[in-house]
Every structure is written in C-alpha cells, then in structure tokens.
C-alpha cells in the first residue's frame, strides 16, 4: 500500500514555543490530506482538511490561528502548533487521501507532542 | 450530519474464533464509502476493508469480511479465524472527510 511519512515521531517543547510537523506522501500525489487529533484511548477527531494550493478548511472549534496548516505540494503538508501549551499536548495523526484508490486514506505513524 | 457508532467498547475473543464487531452510520448522503481501520498499540492507523455503498456486494479481505446493511445503515466486520495480530482498537469510518466511531478494542485470548 501507499506510505504517508510523518515527522518527527515525538517531540517534547517548552510551553509559548511553536512546533511543525510534516506529513509526506512517498509514493503518490494526495490534493487532499487530513490532520487529526488523537487523546489517549479515544477515537480520532478531524482537525482540519488541506487541499494543495489552497487554504485548509478547519473543523468547528478547532483554532486556525493556533494550528497552521500549509500544503505546499502535492506530497507535503504541515501542521504547525503555535504557542504551544500544555492542554495542546497530545497524539496528532495526518493522512492524505488517493483519489486513485477509491478515497482510501493512508495514515502518517503519528507525532506525540508533550508541552512543558 | 454523519454520525458513526460502535457501540462495542471492548470485546474479546479466543484464538482462531470468529467476531464480529458493530457500527451504525448515519448520512444524507446516496453514495459514500465505508471503511474499517485497525490500530494495534504502535498507534499505526491500518486499513483493514472498504465498501462502497452503491456495491451491494459484502467485501471481503482474507479473513475479514463485512455485513453491509444499506437500508439499516449497519457495517459490521466479521474477523475469522482471529490471530493474536488482530488485537488492537478497531475504528469504523464514513465518507471522504472520514467520520470515525469511537472504536472497539479487541484482544485476542491465547
């Protein structure tokens, strides 16, 4: 199946420090990736939508200006917590979409941030 | 709205039996698709199966298989002959802007 990379795996920052995550796709092109968020023993919770080249669509409550997403490319997106604090530590999941494979959605591995 | 339910917050079952795991969905939506996704303690979401919902036909991968009920708006999975792999959360989800239940967590009894 497809690869979406994600990086970095784990990262642990100081509260009021800003932190970007990226997720690739390695052997196809996503116009279409997902961010999600993920507590500890709960389901995943859509965060936003990101089409290449155009603005993400945020999902109801979710911050635009405290998560930034970019999708520069067709096989890059990213995700950056600004002004991170404590209550945004938690488990952040990308995917991206093939349009080939039937709206499959392939998942990135994950990135556990911790927030000092 | 969409809305996805698994009302099964954790199941077992013995090596090498069968289960069958439970989601109901809701959509205005005529065609849509479906999907089962595993995440076994990596927290690696996996694919597992895929319905689409103008196919009247059950998919089917190996040993995992769906009970699509469009009328019921139902999607069960059935895993038989279950392995110890099979242990993880198993999460149900709708649509192209995926809607996830709340998951099942199943563990494979030795």
């Known amino acids: 199946g497809a690869v979406v990379s994600q990086h970095p795996s784990w990262v642990i920052c100081k509260s009021g420090t800003s932190v970007k995550i990226e997720c690739r796709s390695l052997?196809?092109?996503?116009?279409?990736m997902f961010w999600y968020r993920q507590f500890p023993k709960q389901s995943l919770m859509l965060m936003a939508t990101?089409?290449?080249?155009?603005?993400?669509?945020?999902e109801q409550g979710v911050e635009k200006d405290k998560f930034l997403i970019n999708h520069a490319s067709l096989t890059l997106s990213t995700l950056t917590v600004t002004s991170a604090h404590p209550e945004d530590s938690s488990f952040y999941i990308c995917?991206?979409?093939?349009?080939?494979?039937?709206?499959?959605?392939?998942f990135g591995a994950g990135t556990r941030l911790s927030v000092l | 709205a969409q809305t996805v339910t698994q009302s099964q917050p954790e199941m077992s079952v013995q090596e090498a039996e069968t289960v069958t795991l439970s989601c109901t969905y809701d959509?205005?939506?005529?065609?849509?698709?479906l999907f089962w996704y595993k995440q076994p303690p990596s927290r690696q979401m996996i694919l597992v199966i895929r319905?689409?919902?103008?196919?009247?036909q059950n998919a089917t991968e190996n040993r995992f298989s769906v009970n699509f009920q469009k009328a019921a708006k139902s999607f069960s999975l059935k895993i038989s002959d279950s392995q110890l792999g099979d242990t993880a959360m198993y999460f149900c989800?709708?649509?192209?802007?995926?809607?996830f239940g709340t998951g099942t967590s199943l563990t494979v009894i030795p």
């Open positions: 990101s089409n290449e080249g155009s603005k993400a669509t945020y």
């Open positions: 319905q689409e919902a103008y196919k009247q």
């Open positions: 989800a709708l649509g192209n802007q995926f809607y």
């Open positions: 959509t205005s939506e005529n065609n849509y698709y």
């Open positions: 995917s991206a979409r093939s349009q080939l494979a039937g709206n499959i959605q392939y």
């Open positions: 052997d196809f092109q996503a116009t279409t």
